[in-house]
């Protein structure tokens, strides 16, 4: 609102009076919060309410800035960061006993 009482309307469609707290967390570059520990916690929890079957990630990626240096490549540190610490979760979830295949 223009007066800051209140945000602004939401972007997503459908929850026009939803908010969303922001957090000291990094960012993609779509503005959306890097939490590996969310991919644990919801890891465990299908483990938890489905303890027979296994699991599989299909998709996990995101969209940071692609600058190309002057030699031709990318130094893709934020993105390959953001893998190496969701395997990292996924690892957790693992030695906690989660059956995750793939």
């Known amino acids: ?3 800051g009482s209140e945000p602004g309307p939401s972007p997503w469609v459908g929850v026009q009076h939803a908010s969303f707290p922001r957090r000291d967390a990094p ?3 779509m503005d959306w919060e890097v939490r ?3 991919l644990t ?3 465990l929890r299908l ?3 489905y303890p027979r079957l296994p699991l599989y990630i299909t998709e996990n990626g995101a969209a940071f800035r692609d600058d190309v240096n002057g030699g031709g490549s990318i130094d893709d540190v ?4 953001y893998i190496a610490s969701h395997l990292r979760a996924a690892h ?3 030695k906690a ?3 995750l295949r793939g």
């Open 97 to 99: 006993g989660v059956d």
């Open 92 to 94: 957790t979830a693992i």
């Open 36 to 38: 590996p520990d969310g």
């Open 78 to 81: 934020d993105r390959t960061g």
């Open 1 to 3: 609102s223009p007066n």
């Open 41 to 43: 916690t919801v890891l």
């Open 47 to 49: 483990h938890h309410d």
């Open 27 to 29: 960012r993609t570059d």
